[in-house]
């Protein structure tokens, strides 16, 4: 039925304490006047079943606590609710968990709840697809997500799915690490420029990163002082080729391979001196996890 596909780490102790607040203004935003709905199945209490509908990774749990917490609703999960487990639900629908709480309640937090865990799960799976096929090659580097995710609060929650799958985050936002792009280069004149600049704010706390096109364009963000250089767009061949060079002279270097690489073409890109491998479908090209909540009868 299922296995655990990742090391058991309880990400939800990750999650920053505005977290409570920042769910219950989904479930507000939901609900910003009458609720009609509400009126018609009344204040009973009552039991629903949340159901996996759908094969994947599982998570997005302390979310949908929160969900119902702010309702005065409680959720009891089944022991196969574990985050990070593969649950396979193809032929049969499992239960994750029930929960109790007044009709109403139950309707307000039902749809805020589904699409935070058909989301998170489906980022979570699709993550941990990635990372499977690469250490199925022996390739034990860091499968990342980007900074392509949905605007706002809800990058938390993909964010979140990435750890969960066994997948690297990358940087959060802007604030996180400092990344010099093509638009930061033309900007500044030069990548020894960008580097240089960046160095005297950033300071020995923060890593520099640079989107590079081609060996000498990585060649030069390595001697300005970045920590890391992204490889960006190259085909497999020239990056495996211009990698082992940079590593050669700079041992210390880490190197990213992105640019339009995909679970299906990865392993095409792996080699002993990428260290990272970033994908944007991680994050921006998932397929949600089915589920539902169905109110016992």
């Not at 929160?66 to 022991?79: I, T, Y």
Request: proline content about 3%; glycine content about 8%; aromatic content about 8%.
């Amino acid at each position: 039925m299922s296995k655990s596909l990742t090391p058991k780490v309880n990400f939800a102790s990750l999650l920053p304490p505005y977290i409570p607040a920042m769910v219950q203004k989904w479930v507000e935003d939901d609900m910003p006047s009458l609720d009609v709905g509400g009126l018609v199945v009344g204040t009973d209490r009552k039991v629903a079943h949340l159901w996996m509908k759908s094969p994947g990774v599982f998570a997005g749990k302390p979310f949908v606590d929160e969900v119902f917490r702010g309702l005065n609703c409680k959720v009891q999960w089944e022991a196969v609710a574990v985050e990070g487990r593969y649950v396979d639900a193809t032929d049969t629908k499992i239960l994750m968990a029930t929960v109790n709480g007044e009709a109403k309640a139950l309707l307000q937090g039902e749809r805020t709840a589904l699409n935070i865990l058909s989301r998170c799960s489906g980022v979570a799976t699709i993550s941990a697809e990635a990372v499977k096929i690469a250490r199925d090659f022996g390739w034990f580097g860091h499968v990342a997500g980007t900074r392509k995710t949905t605007p706002g609060d809800f990058r938390v929650v993909e964010k979140y799915g990435l750890l969960v799958g066994g997948a690297a985050t990358h940087r959060l936002d802007l604030s996180q690490m400092v990344m010099l792009k093509d638009n930061h280069i033309w900007s500044a004149g030069s990548i020894t420029g960008a580097v240089r600049l960046a160095k005297k704010a950033a300071g020995f706390t923060q890593k520099i990163e640079v989107e590079c096109q081609s060996y000498e364009e990585a060649k030069e963000a390595a001697l300005a002082g970045a920590d890391i250089v992204m490889l960006d767009n190259f085909k497999p061949a020239q990056l495996k080729e211009d990698a082992k060079k940079l590593k050669s002279e700079f041992s210390h270097l880490l190197i990213e391979a992105s640019g339009g690489i995909t679970s299906e073409t990865m392993h095409e890109y792996l080699c002993e001196e990428v260290d990272v491998i970033s994908q944007g479908k991680l994050t921006q090209g998932y397929k949600c996890v089915d589920f539902s909540l169905k109110i016992a009868h």
